[in-house]
């Protein structure tokens, strides 16, 4: 079997069993052990590399694209074999996977590469917007700019580092009027902190913003989270992890095939956790069974 490996470095935390300098050494190891016969393998060192690699290998013929990195590198490399037919498999190596933990993808590296190589394979839908793919979650609002100093203001990574940036972001961040048009519904008209677009169900580390969301039922959930005061944090903050964020009180949810969300101002997009420009309106939409993933 023909395997095309692709590794971010820089993603996620060291491991103690697996450094970051070690990641391809011990993947090409255990996918031997698989019954991978050649490997190709990719280390990442900055936007563009995973999709390179990608059609690099779909080219030359492969029976398997694997990647080790978190939901960024993952939106990525799987926006490169939406449509193809070949499968992926997924080593977490983020620092919230919150993709893989949607999909109960293994976190040991491991046992995830014996996914990658004999689990289940399972299409699943994906979203686009304004012409770019996402998998899991797409945000505007207070979430994004959370993903935006995450990911520029902060050297380490990991669980830490993204909490304080939401209680910096929180102290900071003005709620907003949200326009939202739920495929060819009235449009509804909300204010809130911020308005996301789940395919998945959550951020990662067990934080479920859409619990009932399901990656193969053709639609959205959407969210929109009114203004964050402390009353609301302190009573209702536990919510995001049991599942039942919805029944909080000005929580608005609804699915959809095609969302449009507008707002006066333009604010930045977060896709899978990597920020893009801003703008004052968007359109989404469901792109059904588009990707192949190998899951457990």
């Known amino acids: 079997m023909i395997v095309d490996l692709i590794v971010n470095p820089a993603s996620g935390p060291n491991l103690r069993r697996v450094r970051r300098a070690e990641r391809v050494g011990f993947v090409s190891k255990v996918l031997r052990a698989h019954g991978a016969t050649t490997i190709r393998a990719t280390v990442t060192t900055g936007p563009g590399d995973g999709a390179r690699a990608v059609r690099d290998a779909l080219a030359a013929g492969t029976d398997r694209v694997v990647v080790w990195g978190g939901d960024g590198t993952l939106n990525e490399v799987a926006g490169a074999l939406l449509d193809s037919g070949h499968a992926l498999g997924i080593v977490p190596g983020g620092s919230g996977n919150g993709f893989s933990r949607g999909l109960g993808l293994p976190l040991d590296p491991e046992a995830a590469v014996a996914v990658a190589m004999h689990g289940r394979a399972r299409d699943i839908d994906s979203g686009l917007v304004d012409g770019r793919p996402f998998l899991n979650l797409a945000g505007v609002g207070f979430d994004a700019a959370v993903a935006e100093r995450f990911n520029t203001r902060n050297l ?4 830490v580092p993204y909490v ?10 003005d709620s907003r009027t949200f326009t939202i048009g739920i495929d060819d519904d009235a449009p509804i008209v909300v204010d809130g902190h911020f308005v996301v677009v789940c ?3 959550q ?3 067990g934080a479920r913003v859409a619990p009932g969301a399901a990656f193969d039922d ?4 959407v ?21 039942t964020l919805p029944v909080v009180p000005g ?3 609804a699915r959809a095939r095609r969302v449009v969300l507008s707002q006066s101002d333009a604010l930045p997009i977060h896709l899978d956790g990597e920020v893009f420009d801003s703008a004052t309106r968007r359109i989404f939409e469901v ?10």
């Open 156 to 159: 380490r990574r990991g669980l």
């Open 164 to 173: 304080t940036s939401i209680f910096h972001e929180w102290r900071t961040f």
């Open 251 to 253: 929580v608005f949810t």
């Open 287 to 296: 792109r059904p069974h588009s990707l192949r993933v190998m899951t457990p």
């Open 199 to 201: 395919n998945g169900q």
């Open 223 to 243: 969210v929109a989270v009114p203004r964050i005061t402390l009353s609301r944090l302190v009573r209702h903050g536990w919510r995001l992890f049991n599942g």
């Open 203 to 205: 951020y990662g580390h």
């Open 218 to 221: 053709g639609q959205f959930d």
